[in-house]
């Protein structure tokens, strides 16, 4: 796969918009997107298309790996090659490493018990000083799309989407995984605020600024803003989202590791069986 190395770079001095799957998402002008520079997080291709788009679960969240979606050619996505051998189909594999940017986020070892999130990936010198082929990553993917943004040359970084809290009881912009493990959203969305500020606090140590863009005018209140907006454009003021069951994932790239396991030895069994001019 390629390395995330190549998009180093290319937007220097510009302003680079990481656009999240949350509930504000629903309401903002998606207009103001058009033309800039955008990295999608998981799923917020299917609100809007983004020019970049980044994910630690590409089966659960790329299209071209979905069951029923179109491939969207236009969207250049960046995962994690090991997440892609893990829970992908051979086939699937050499797709992603003909088309896709690989990052990895294994720095350290988790002192995470098993039902709060790896801290393998939190690691500030990734930040402070770009990695070749790693990122930052603890509890969101946008503290991994922060850190590649300001690789690519961002000067100002403009989340939208990513609220880091529920807004009433909607937890994100549609049915997704979030890997909650479980866990009450207030608690999992505290960490995803305590992980983005690490993030920008060292960013701003390389000059690059971090702010956030939603459509809310009341910002001690921003649920009933958020009620108004839905009445004034017919955006659904409650959908109803779920984690998946715990140990999902791990049995999910269990499976496909075996699997993968199995093709790679019936092919170099084949092959060392011509060899050997074995039927």
């Known amino acids: 796969m390629k390395s995330i190395e190549e998009l180093y770079g290319r937007h220097a001095g510009s302003d680079i918009y990481i656009v ?4 504000s998402l629903r309401v903002f002008p998606l207009e103001l997107l058009r033309d800039k520079i955008t990295i999608g997080l ?3 291709w299917k609100v809007f298309e983004p020019k970049y788009a980044i994910t630690m679960m590409p089966k659960l969240n790329i299209p071209e790996f979905m069951e029923g979606e179109a491939s969207r050619p236009n969207i250049t996505w960046v ?8 829970q992908c189909t051979a086939k699937e594999i050499d797709y992603g490493e003909g088309h896709f940017f690989g990052f990895e986020n294994d720095g350290r070892a988790s002192i ?7 801290e393998a990936g939190r690691v500030l010198d990734w930040v402070l000083k770009p990695h070749p082929n790693k990122l930052y990553l603890w509890t969101s993917i946008s503290q991994s799309a922060m850190n590649l943004a300001a690789n690519m040359g961002a000067k100002n970084i403009i989340l939208v989407g990513c609220d880091n809290g529920a807004i009433g009881e909607n937890h994100h912009a549609h049915d997704q995984h979030t890997q909650w493990k479980g866990e009450s959203p ?23 600024n971090v ?4 459509p809310f005018v009341k910002l001690d209140a921003p649920s009933l803003d958020f009620e108004r907006l839905c009445l004034e454009t017919g955006a659904a003021t409650f959908i109803e989202n779920k984690d998946l069951p715990r140990g999902f994932s791990l049995m ?24 050997l001019g074995l039927k």
């Open 186 to 208: 207030d608690v999992r969305y505290m960490q995803y605020y305590e992980g983005v500020v690490e993030v920008r606090a060292a960013l701003r140590k390389r000059g690059v």
């Open 42 to 44: 998981n799923q917020a």
């Open 79 to 86: 995962t994690k090659p090991s997440k892609i051998r893990a």
């Open 252 to 275: 999910q790239d269990n499976v496909r590791y075996l699997k993968l396991t199995r093709y790679i030895l019936e092919k170099n069994l084949r092959f060392f069986g011509k060899k």
């Open 112 to 118: 995470s018990g098993l039902d709060e999130p790896s």
């Open 20 to 23: 999240g799957t949350g509930t």
């Open 211 to 214: 702010v956030t863009m939603n």
